[in-house]
Structure formats: structure tokens, C-alpha cells
């Protein structure tokens, strides 16, 4: 079965600095999906950006990038440029690509504040 | 495009009554989900759907839990004599099988449940 870890339980930036997210997965599967998805205080849960595993190059969306490393089956986000409107839950999620195993699996979360 | 919609929002319940959730998922959506979410926890898979098949349930679904989606589109989720640890957050989400948006899965805001 596919688990996804996030060992940061809570991170802390300051406004306008840069932070990483870590994430690691456990997986046979050699074709899947990667996502952070962004749950605010109101509970809508947010797709930030998402990466497919048999691409090489790294994913970005505007001031959220990541580090995919499939040898080490490990997905960091980075946020540069935080803002306040950052703070929130993240979520690091796998998907698989095939067959009907279309759900997503998720970490347990980072809370990411956000300080001026 | 008005996002995946559920209703209702909150529900305060005795404990061995019955609830029912809906969701309404984007339009053209055709694979449906349920998941649950527990304080500080990320969401945890039910059920899914592709139109009005149900594909696959996770052994979270006791036999008190039952899915519909029976003309492929809106789906319902019904809990039986529920119990006080049935509370959580009941997240429904859709997507696209196929097209530039086919593996991405969007999330509606979530209908929270207490059991007293």
C-alpha cells in the first residue's frame, strides 16, 4: 500500500521569506501523481500544484516550485515570497495513474504560519 | 463552473440517528469521492464513483455507512445510528477521467458532523 509522510508537523516564516515543505512517499509503482493541495481556515482544500512522477523537471506554479526526487521518492515544496494568505494547512497527496485506484492518499499535514 | 458544492454544512446529531450528506459535484465531473477528516488528521478515503458505479470502498466504510450516485451526478452519503466517533469532517471531491484537468481532483468545502 502507498503512504505518504510528512514529518513537519508545524513551520514557521516570516513574510516575505522562503519555506520548504517536506514530504516522503512509499511506493511499487513506477507511474503516479504528486500533489499539494492547501487546506485555509476554511476547510476548503485547495490543489497548490502537482507533478507527474515520469516527468524529470520540476513543477511551478508562480511563487510555489518543487524538488521531486523519485530515486529518494521524495516531494518538497517550496514557497517563496510568503505571504500571509499562505498560512494554512498543506497536504502532500499520491495518486496512482492507472487501473481504478483513483483515489488520492494524503500525509497528515503541515501547518504553515505565516509571521510579519 | 460553481465548484463541488455539499450540503449541509454542519449537522449536530444524537448519537443512533441518521444523517445524510450531499454533494453536487463540477458539472461533466464523472468520477466522484467521499473522504473523511479528523482534527489534525488528513482526509482519509471512502468511496469513490465513476458516474454511477461505485468502484471502489475502503474498510473505513462500515456496513452503518452507504454511498449513492445514482444517475451519475449528485451522490449522497448516509450514516446509520451513528456513533460518536462517526464525527469528522465528510469531504466530497470530483474530477475530469479524461482531458488536460483528468487527474486533478477538486474538493468541495466539506460537511462537518457532531455526534452527541
Known amino acids: 500500500a502507498q503512504t505518504v509522510t510528512q514529518s513537519q508537523p508545524e513551520m514557521s516564516v516570516q513574510e516575505a521569506e522562503t519555506v520548504t515543505l517536506s514530504c516522503t512517499y512509499d511506493?511499487?509503482?513506477?507511474?503516479?501523481?504528486l500533489f499539494w493541495y492547501k487546506q485555509p481556515p476554511s476547510r476548503q482544500m485547495i490543489l497548490v500544484i502537482r507533478q507527474e512522477a515520469y516527468k524529470q523537471q520540476n513543477a511551478t506554479e508562480n511563487r510555489f516550485s518543487v524538488n521531486f526526487q523519485k530515486a529518494a521518492k521524495s516531494f518538497s515544496l517550496k514557497i517563496s515570497d510568503s505571504q500571509l494568505g499562505d498560512a494554512a494547512m498543506y497536504f502532500c497527496a499520491y495518486r496512482r495513474s492507472t487501473g481504478t485506484a483513483s483515489k488520492l492518499t494524503f500525509g497528515t499535514g503541515t501547518r504553515l504560519q505565516v509571521t510579519l | 463552473d460553481t465548484g463541488v458544492s455539499q450540503n449541509p454544512r454542519h449537522k449536530i446529531t444524537k448519537r443512533g440517528q441518521n444523517v445524510t450528506f450531499r454533494c453536487d459535484p463540477i458539472s461533466e465531473h464523472n468520477r466522484l469521492y467521499w473522504y473523511r477528516q479528523t482534527l489534525g488528521q488528513g482526509p482519509e478515503f471512502l468511496t469513490y464513483f465513476q458516474n454511477e458505479a461505485q468502484l471502489e470502498k475502503s474498510r473505513l466504510l462500515s456496513d452503518r455507512f452507504s454511498a449513492e450516485r445514482p444517475k451519475g451526478s449528485f451522490s449522497t452519503l448516509e450514516i446509520q445510528r451513528t456513533e460518536q466517533g462517526d464525527s469528522a469532517m465528510y469531504l466530497c471531491?470530483?474530477?475530469?477521467?479524461?482531458?488536460?484537468?483528468?487527474?486533478?481532483?477538486?474538493f468541495g468545502e466539506g460537511s462537518w458532523l457532531t455526534v452527541v
Open positions: 471531491a470530483s474530477s475530469l477521467v479524461s482531458g488536460t484537468t483528468g487527474n486533478t481532483i477538486y
Open positions: 511506493t511499487s509503482e513506477s507511474d503516479y501523481y
